[in-house]
Nanobody
Framework: QVQLVESGGGLVQAGGSLRLSCAAS????????MGWFRQAPGKEREFVAA???????SYTDSVNGRFTISRDIAKKTVFLQMNSLKPEDTADYYC???????????????????WGQGTQVTVSS
C-alpha cells in the first residue's frame, strides 16, 4: 500500500515558478514509476510528467523544457519544478504511483495504482 500527499500548489503570476512535492509512504517507493497528472475544470485528467524506477523521465509536449520531475529516494518524495508558468497550466495537480508501466503506457492513468488528493495550481495572466 502506498499513500501519497501532495503539497506546494498555490497562486502565481504568469512567468512565475512553483515546486510541487509528493510525499509517499511505503517501503517500495523506489520500485514505482511516479507520475504527475493534472485536471482543469471541465477537462479530463492529463499526463504531465513521470519518472521511472530507473530515473528516466518523460514529459507531455506542452511542459517539456519548462517542468522538471525529480525524486529523493531517501525522503520518498517526488518533485515537480514548474517554471515559466502559463495560465493554461492552471489545474489540480495529482501525484500517482504505478507498480508497472513502460514507455507510452506511463502517460495513461490506468497503470497508476495509487493517487494523491491533489493540489491546486492557479496561474494568473
Amino acid at each position: 500500500q502506498v499513500q501519497l500527499v501532495e503539497s506546494g500548489g498555490g497562486l502565481v503570476q504568469a512567468g512565475g515558478s512553483l515546486r510541487l512535492s509528493c510525499a509517499a509512504s511505503g517501503r517500495t517507493f523506489s520500485s514505482y514509476t511516479m507520475g504527475w497528472f493534472r485536471q482543469a475544470p471541465g477537462k479530463e485528467r492529463e499526463f504531465v510528467a513521470a519518472i521511472s524506477w530507473s530515473g528516466s523521465t518523460s514529459y507531455t509536449d506542452s511542459v517539456n523544457g519548462r517542468f522538471t520531475i525529480s525524486r529523493d529516494i531517501a525522503k520518498k518524495t517526488v518533485f515537480l519544478q514548474m517554471n515559466s508558468l502559463k495560465p493554461e497550466d492552471t489545474a489540480d495537480y495529482y501525484c500517482a504511483a504505478a507498480g508497472y508501466c513502460t514507455g507510452a503506457g506511463c502517460s495513461r492513468t490506468s497503470p497508476y495504482d495509487y493517487w494523491g488528493q491533489g493540489t491546486q495550481v492557479t496561474v494568473s495572466s
